[in-house]
């Protein structure tokens, strides 16, 4: 069972999802420990390439993922959700999948507009080049704040719906009692379409 059905996910989507759950919640760890180091830390260097690096993996695993949801049937919001849950239920899904783009995006703009232009090598392999950075964001310096701030801003939103989600997660499963957890860790719900 790898792809998703109308009642459950497939193989592809339950690991894409708890590996990439596993990974984000890494790099957000990561990424607030290395802002914590004094600038003089001699790791400090290699720990940045080394976030940058699994950033870049991260991006292209949230690329396939998205691909593999448009190819897929998307499964059904259980039954006897109230108007505004399944809103809420649509309008985080989609928050969740647009912050697993813009982390990676505007840490790469970020090491873009740089004037310290130091190369991103992926895993000391993988040359990437850098973005073209919009000239009225101001000066190199300036750009960089700028997205310096949208990466911190949004790295604390996903940290919220990560929250929110997981009550969210609970509560389907502890108080509706319906499948929507099962159905994340588990393909019997997607074998049972028919
Ligand atoms: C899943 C992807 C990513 C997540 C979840 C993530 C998360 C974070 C977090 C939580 C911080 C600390 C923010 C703060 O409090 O200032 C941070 C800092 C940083 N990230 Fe990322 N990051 C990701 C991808 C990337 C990528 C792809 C790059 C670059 C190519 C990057 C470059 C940086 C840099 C340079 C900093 C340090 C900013 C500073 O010096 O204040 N990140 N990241
Ligand atoms: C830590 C980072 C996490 C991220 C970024 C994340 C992201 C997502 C996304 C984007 C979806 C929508 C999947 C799709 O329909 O294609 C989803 C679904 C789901 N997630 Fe997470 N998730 C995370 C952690 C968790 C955790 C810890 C739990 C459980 C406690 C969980 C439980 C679920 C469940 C049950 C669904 C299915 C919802 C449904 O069937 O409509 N997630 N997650």
Redesign the pocket.
């Known amino acids: 069972m790898l792809r998703n059905t109308k009642t459950g996910y497939g193989r592809v989507a339950i690991l894409f999802h708890w590996v990439m759950a596993l990974m984000?919640a890494g790099?957000?760890a990561f990424?607030?420990y290395m802002?914590s180091l004094p600038s003089d830390d001699p790791e400090l260097f290699t720990l940045?390439q080394l976030?940058?690096s699994i950033?870049?993996v991260?991006?292209a695993l949230a690329a396939l993922r998205l691909t593999w949801r448009l190819a897929n049937p998307s499964p059904r919001l259980p039954d006897g959700m109230h108007p505004l849950e399944r809103l809420g239920a649509h309008l985080g899904h989609i928050g969740l999948y647009a912050l697993l783009f813009a982390?990676?995006l505007t840490?790469?703009l970020?090491?873009s507009a740089s004037p310290w232009g130091i190369p991103?090598i992926v895993f000391n392999v993988l040359p990437v080049p850098h973005l073209p950075v919009p000239e009225v964001l101001g000066t190199q310096a300036e750009a960089e704040s700028f997205f310096?701030l949208l990466?911190?801003y949004g790295?604390y939103l996903?940290i919220a719906l990560i929250f929110v989600h997981i009550a969210a997660a609970f509560k389907h499963h502890l108080i509706a009692r319906d499948d929507t957890l099962k159905r994340m860790v588990s393909t019997a719900p997607a074998r049972a379409d028919n």
């Open positions: 984000i790099m957000l990424g607030l802002t940045y976030h940058k950033g870049f991260v991006l982390m990676p840490g790469w970020m090491a991103t310096k990466h911190a790295a996903l």
